[in-house]
């Protein structure tokens, strides 16, 4: 049945999350009443908390933030199991003087922001200041020894060489708890999944097919990649290929693992069940 109020799609702003919307564009979801808007993670989190989307890929930190509002859309995430190329800390000096150091965080995060805390204080037993800043790296290490970007930003700051060390957050997170990291996933309001219910059914749908088609095939997403953001073939290639979309027991256990922490820490109120949209 179609609704007359618009399905509001949130779709990241990032190339990681390109595989789950490549083929979903608003051509093919028009028909389902729904339409892509297009932001940085921090703005999506938001504008789905506030009701202005109906459903939106957010920052992992943000549905737990809100749970209790949203649901989950099953087998989709971005994720990684280990090193991820796009969540990197530029340090001007090394680990062990960061962990006690100043840090500037990017204001476009909620995961990776939290994830570091986590890392800083459970895994390097540091202390360090935090300073939430716009992502220009020059300008936040003018303030602090280390910088975190996430994104397309933060793959530009890697191919950049300003003798900087560069430390992978999804590796260091592998490293402490063995486990692969979920950084994005999708969530429905839930008085939207009611209102909705067959329009999310079908952007669910066009997202799976998206994602199984990129994956199958990555040199369209590699091809336009190097058009819009520059770089290799193989860099994208191999970039594509390291990040994980899909959201199967092992994932959802690393990502409660990451709640965890972050309730113990006080980052989030309390660990929030992870429920799906069915
Ligand atoms: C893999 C990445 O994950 C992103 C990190 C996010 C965050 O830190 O809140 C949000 C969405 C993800 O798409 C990346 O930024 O490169």
């Known amino acids: 049945m179609r609704n007359e109020v618009p399905l509001s799609v949130g779709r990241i702003d990032y190339a990681n999350a390109w595989p789950l919307f490549h083929y979903a564009t608003n051509d093919v979801l028009a028909p389902h009443g729904a339409h892509i808007v297009s932001r940085i993670p921090a703005q999506l989190n938001r504008a789905l908390m506030d009701g202005e989307l109906a459903m939106s890929a957010v920052s992992s930190f943000a549905y737990a933030y809100n749970a209790d509002q949203y649901m989950l859309l099953p087998d989709l995430s971005v994720s990684s199991e280990g090193t991820v190329h796009s969540i990197l800390l530029f340090s001007k000096k090394p680990l062990d003087e960061v962990r006690n150091g100043r840090i500037a965080l990017t204001n476009t995060s909620a995961t990776s922001v939290n994830l570091l805390k986590i890392l800083m204080t459970c895994y390097l037993e540091g202390n360090p200041s ?15 020894d280390a910088a975190l970007l996430i994104g397309d930003t933060a793959i530009h700051a890697s191919w950049l060489d300003k003798g900087l060390e560069v430390f992978d957050l999804g590796e260091m997170w592998h490293r402490f708890t063995g486990y692969g990291m979920t950084y994005a996933v999708v969530a429905v309001r839930k008085e939207a999944a009611s209102e909705h219910h067959d329009g999310i059914e079908a952007v669910h749908r066009a997202m799976i097919d998206s994602k199984n088609k990129s994956l199958f ?19 994208w290639h191999h970039y594509f290929q390291t990040l994980k979309y899909d959201f199967g027991q092992r994932r959802q256990e690393g990502l409660r693992l990451y709640f965890r922490y972050a309730a113990q820490l006080g980052l989030l109120e309390r660990e929030p069940e992870l429920a799906f949209f069915q």
């Open 130 to 144: 935090y300073e939430t800043m716009e992502p220009d790296l020059d300008r936040m290490l003018e303030h602090a």
């Open 217 to 235: 095939d990555l040199s369209p997403l590699v091809r336009q990649a190097c058009e819009q953001l520059g770089g290799t073939p193989d860099y």
